[in-house]
């Protein structure tokens, strides 16, 4: 059996090369026939594009897609530099 | 009192599902700020497509727009049309080079580009070695110096370098630091100091820190949007002393 560890940098180097997802920064952790993916991204639909891609390079795993979506609200206070 | 503010924010990866979404958010920042800078990483795969999309976003915003591209915006090899896109849309896309804008009665100058890794001082990649390793390094340092001069250069009453790789690692902390070096270069922060600067605005760190300082004592500001959770910050920058030099 593969080496989760080699498992799991296939997946994030997937992550960050698919057409569909290029996005650099998830984490990727697999324990026994669990994966796990963690990071932020800026909406739904990357989020579900990047467990379909784990998905399809380690289907016999359960992918957990534990990744948050950042809505990027109003702007706060000013900061001044003076 | 007269403060320039800046608004500025990093890494909003804009693609044709959220179109109109961001441009929703920059309602009434004329009124917030003076400017509006963005730190690169417009795009998701540096796609045309995604980058007509950022264009249409930032069009016609009644404030300067001025912007770097990120390695994102690279990845198609499509960085110039992508910048044509942006340019056409009124905005000032800086590519190692500056520009002087009026802000009020002051001149803003603003330095800049995508600025590239290489790492930190004692634990940083030198133009030694494979051939692949000296590009590399020697991509950021042509990169550096290009900034210093054009730092030197613009006469303005103030200087704001706009990257989108960092120039310090404070403002990495969160990051791995495994992959520091592929998340910017003290060779941008040397290079600034060296030519002087009152704030720098970078991005590219998603996990990072917000607030940092070059060893010069410049602030460094990381404006990726995941850090600031926030659609841009304003960072005002103080005129009171010019305002008592010319009373």
């Known amino acids: 059996m593969e080496a989760p560890q080699y498992v799991a940098a296939r997946v994030q180097q997937a992550l960050a090369e698919d057409g569909r997802t290029h996005e650099l920064g998830i984490r990727v952790d697999i324990r026994g026939d669990q994966l796990f993916l963690r990071g932020q991204v800026s909406?739904?639909?990357?989020?579900?594009?990047?467990?379909?891609?784990?998905?399809?390079?380690?289907?016999?795993?359960?992918?957990?897609?534990?990744?948050?979506?950042?809505?990027?609200?109003?702007?706060?206070?000013?900061?001044?530099?003076? | 009192m007269t403060d320039l503010?800046?608004?500025a924010v990093g890494d909003i990866h804009l693609g044709e599902d959220v179109r109109g979404q961001y441009r929703k958010k920059l309602e009434g920042i004329e009124d917030r700020a003076d400017v509006f800078m963005l730190a690169g990483d417009l795009t998701r795969h540096g796609t045309l497509e995604e980058g007509r999309v950022v264009a249409d976003e930032l069009r016609g915003l009644p404030i300067p727009?001025?912007?770097?591209?990120?390695?994102?915006?690279?990845?198609?090899?499509l960085q110039y049309e992508i910048a044509s896109e942006l340019r056409d849309a009124g905005v000032i896309v800086l590519d190692d080079d500056g520009v002087v804008v009026q802000c009020g009665d002051k001149k803003l100058g603003v330095v800049g580009g995508k600025g590239f890794g290489g790492g930190y001082a004692g634990k940083c990649a030198s133009e030694f070695g494979e051939r692949e390793i000296k590009?590399?390094?020697?991509?950021t340092r042509y990169i550096a110096e290009a900034w210093?001069?054009?730092l030197k250069e613009i006469v303005a009453d103030h200087r704001v370098v706009l990257s989108h790789y960092s120039p310090?690692?404070?403002?990495?902390?969160?990051?791995?630091p495994e992959i520091y070096p592929f998340l910017g270069s003290y060779l941008l922060a040397e290079a600034v100091d060296t030519a002087g600067a009152d704030l720098i605005l970078h991005g590219h760190a998603h996990k990072g820190s917000e607030k940092g300082m070059t060893p010069g004592g410049i602030r460094v500001r990381n404006v990726a949007l995941p850090v600031l959770g926030r659609a841009y910050c304003v960072y005002c920058l103080n005129c009171a002393d010019d305002l008592q030099t010319h009373p």
């Open chain 2, 65 to 77: 727009v001025i912007a770097v591209l990120g390695n994102h915006d690279y990845h198609s090899d």
């Open chain 2, 5 to 7: 503010r800046i608004a």
């Open chain 2, 148 to 150: 210093k001069v054009a």
């Open chain 2, 135 to 139: 590009n590399f390094v020697s991509h």
């Open chain 2, 168 to 176: 310090i690692k404070e403002t990495l902390e969160g990051e791995p």
């Open chain 1, 43 to 82: 909406g739904a639909e990357q989020r579900e594009r990047l467990g379909q891609v784990a998905h399809e390079v380690a289907p016999e795993l359960h992918v957990h897609n534990e990744i948050n979506v950042v809505e990027a609200t109003a702007p706060g206070e000013d900061e001044h530099l003076d």
